[in-house]
Structure formats: structure tokens, C-alpha cells
């Protein structure tokens, strides 16, 4: 049976940003010690003022294709998810397809699922590889909530960043890759919302872990995300053939 395991994996954020020491200054001492010993959160990263958000997709793929040791037409599938996009119309994914020089056979679209968009992205590439649809591919998942938040917001201002996190999944028949999904949802918290990195904090964190040396090959990896919906999705990925390649 075809499946989907990672080749490579990679994240860009924004060299701006705030630091805890910043919104201290600026707000007063109380409210953020509190606030980043609750979440964890003591710096921000936002883009510059009138960067488009698709240039983070353009410079994730951009790295990918350079240095992923493949040809760009091989690339038949780019799936960006995003919940702040720089046109209504047309689809983010249409702008890097046509920056980065892949095939106009490729497809190429966006989606929109919050928090959980690693794993809605990944999911969809492993079904269209599964049916024949795709053998590789570049999933994006990216963000620039900084366009519509004011950073003066003592709730929302601190919590969420920018930047963009991607992998190369592409089609392979032995045991490795991905295995199960779950997408857990529970619409009648859709208002609970949870900030920082949210939808890219599974792909950095599988990055990071990587490097450390906390994951090894051989072995069994459960990926976990939480956030708005209420939602709650999980998947299991087998490293038989060893560790995605970081960028």
C-alpha cells in the first residue's frame, strides 16, 4: 500500500519581532510575567510592515527545492494552509507555484483549517498519494496573524506570531511514513482560541526534536495539536527508513 513519509522538513519566521522585555516596557511589569510564566511565550516574531504573507511560503520553497536534491517539475502537489491570506482571489497557493517555477501540472490550493493545519495538510497529500493523485509534494502551513492584530491588545498582541513551516512528503510502499490519522473537532467550543506559533508549533517542534537527537530512526513518533475548533488532531508516523532530512 503507498503511503507518505516526510523527506524533508524545514520553517522560516520573521527576523522582527518583540521580546517579553519590550511589551514590559511598554505595557508594565504584572500582566506579562504573568502572562509569559502561563504560556511559555516570551518573544514574538511578525513580519515587516507591508510583506506580503505569501512571501513566507515563497521562501520556505524556495529553500526546499534548492537544497531537497530534486527537480522542481517533480513536485505534482502544493497544498498551503493559512487562515490570513494576502487576496481573497486568487488562492495563495497559485503565487509560489508560479515564483518557484513548478509544473503547470502540478496542483496547487489552499485550505483553512486553524490550529490543527499540519495534520489536515499532511492528511490530504497522504490520501492523494494513496489514490494514484501525487508522488511528491510541498505542504506549507503559515501564518501572519500580526496583520490584523493590534499589538497595544494586552490579550492578543503577546500570543500570536508569524512564519511558515514546510515538509516534503512524498510517496513511498514501504512501512515507513504516515499510518493513521485522527482529527478530533468539537464545534460548540469554537470560540476557544490559543495563540503563539499554533498552527506551525508541530512542524518547528518535530524540527527542533530532530536535531537534539530526541527522535531516532527506527522507531514510532505520535503527532499531537490542539486548538481552534475546538480541535484535536493526531497522527502516528513510522521512521523504518529514517529521519526526514532537515533544511
Known amino acids: 500500500m503507498r503511503s507518505l513519509k516526510i523527506k524533508a522538513l524545514l520553517y522560516e519566521v520573521p527576523k522582527n519581532g518583540f521580546s517579553h522585555e519590550e511589551f514590559k516596557r511598554q505595557h508594565g511589569h504584572d500582566h506579562f510575567d504573568c502572562l509569559a510564566e502561563a504560556t511559555g511565550?516570551?518573544?514574538?516574531?511578525?513580519?515587516s510592515l507591508g510583506k506580503i504573507t505569501s512571501n513566507l511560503v515563497f521562501l520556505c520553497g524556495e529553500r526546499t527545492c534548492f537544497l531537497g536534491e530534486f527537480g522542481r517539475e517533480?513536485?505534482?502537489l502544493l497544498i498551503v494552509a493559512n487562515?490570513?491570506?494576502d487576496y481573497l482571489l486568487p488562492t495563495t497557493a497559485c503565487i509560489p507555484q508560479g515564483q518557484l517555477g513548478l509544473s503547470k501540472d502540478c496542483a496547487a490550493f489552499d485550505i483553512n483549517p486553524g490550529c490543527p493545519q499540519f495534520f489536515y495538510i499532511h492528511g490530504i497529500a497522504q490520501s492523494m498519494s494513496a489514490a494514484g493523485l501525487a508522488n511528491r509534494a510541498i505542504v506549507v502551513n503559515f501564518d501572519s496573524p500580526s496583520i490584523?492584530?493590534?499589538r497595544d491588545n494586552l490579550n492578543a498582541g503577546p500570543l500570536f506570531e508569524d512564519g511558515a513551516a514546510t515538509a516534503i512528503p512524498e510517496a513511498t510502499i514501504s512501512n515507513a511514513g504516515y499510518c493513521d490519522f485522527l482529527f478530533g473537532?468539537?464545534?460548540s467550543k469554537h470560540k476557544a482560541?490559543?495563540?503563539?506559533?499554533?498552527?506551525?508549533t508541530v512542524g518547528i517542534s518535530l524540527w527542533h526534536r530532530i536535531k537534539a537527537g530526541v527522535v531516532e530512526a527506527v522507531s514510532s513518533i505520535v503527532l499531537s495539536g490542539f486548538g481552534l475548533g475546538l480541535s484535536w488532531p493526531n497522527n502516528l508516523y513510522r521512521l523504518d527508513?529514517?529521519?526526514p532530512t532537515r533544511i
Request: aromatic share 6%; hydrophobic share 35%; proline share 0%.
Open 83 to 85: 487562515q490570513i491570506r
Open 74 to 76: 517533480s513536485v505534482d
Open 185 to 187: 473537532k468539537d464545534g
Open 193 to 200: 482560541v490559543y495563540g503563539k506559533s499554533g498552527v506551525l
Open 148 to 150: 490584523i492584530i493590534d
Open 41 to 47: 511565550i516570551y518573544n514574538c516574531r511578525v513580519c
Open 241 to 243: 527508513d529514517g529521519l
